[in-house]
């Protein structure tokens, strides 16, 4: 009897770390990122840069948004939810805080570009 509560109690939480370590995210490269944007479905993408002001009129992708990181809480709300959203920043850190922040108000997919810009090898406005 032990043998099988003790089975059940592995297999559980198992189950419940899958689970709490999973994630909607998906990560994809800057030569992934240099795809999506020359796609023809790149309208089926939101493209998402949350650097800072500053940063961003510094250069940027010309297909991205500029959500700042610092004022994401404040803003999140115009995202749309109903198509991915491919989020950037300068080399990755706060696109993952940011993709973390939008998992926890319920945005479920979410696509964070590895590398940032410091890894972007495309052309870029000002």
Known sequence: MWKWMITGILTAAAAAFIFLNSSAEEEISTKELEE?????QADDY???????????????IEQM???P??????????????????????????SEQ?????EQEGFDDLINVEGGMLDWEGATVQ
């Open 36 to 40: 999506k944007l020359t796609e023809e």
């Open 46 to 60: 939101y493209f998402v840069d949350v650097r800072e002001p500053d940063e961003f009129r510094e250069g940027h």
């Open 65 to 67: 948004e500029n959500y």
């Open 69 to 94: 990181l610092s004022t994401l809480s404040e803003e999140y709300a115009s995202l749309p939810q109903d198509k991915p959203l491919v989020i950037i920043c300068r080399s990755g850190s706060r």
């Open 98 to 102: 940011a993709v973390e922040f939008l």
